[in-house]
């Protein structure tokens, strides 16, 4: 990083005062990124309107912290293999061609970890990104 540049998250903020951020989990809150339109500008400026995944995620609208990821432990979205539960309500998942988990959130973990890797959390206390009538089981 050069001196002045501003962080674009948290992951490269060090403890050895080569780096430093008021309240990390802000950090990239006011990062140049796209607004969906190739449009960069501060994260948290965005009004981007683009629905990727048609999950009501917009992920080129402002800032959600930390990381502008969406939802946390979105790593329950997909099964221990990394297939998504739901095609309908997939949210990121394994692309073994990249190796590298892809989709419409920032991943909430390492992106290049192979599955299977355990969710963050246990199903029982994991929300299901669920629509009226529908369920993934």
Not at 89 to 104: F, N
Not at 105 to 123: E, G, L, N, Q, S
Request: a positive charge.
């Amino acid at each position: 990083m050069k001196k002045g540049e501003i962080l674009k998250g948290f992951a490269p903020l060090q403890d050895n005062g080569a780096t430093a951020c008021g309240i990390w989990i802000y950090a990239g809150y006011f990062a140049p990124a796209d607004d969906g339109t190739g449009t960069i500008m501060p994260a948290t400026k965005r009004r981007g309107q683009k629905d990727p995944g048609g999950l009501g995620m917009y992920p080129f609208w402002a800032f959600a912290w930390p990381a502008n990821r969406r939802i946390i432990y979105n790593r329950a979205s997909a099964d221990p293999n990394g297939k998504p539960w739901a095609e309908d309500k997939k949210l990121i998942w394994w692309d073994e061609a990249q190796k590298k988990w892809v989709g419409y959130d920032v991943p909430d973990f390492v992106a290049t970890k192979a599955p299977p890797i355990p969710a963050a959390r246990t199903p029982l206390s994991c929300a299901w990104m669920e629509r009226a009538g529908s369920s993934p089981r």
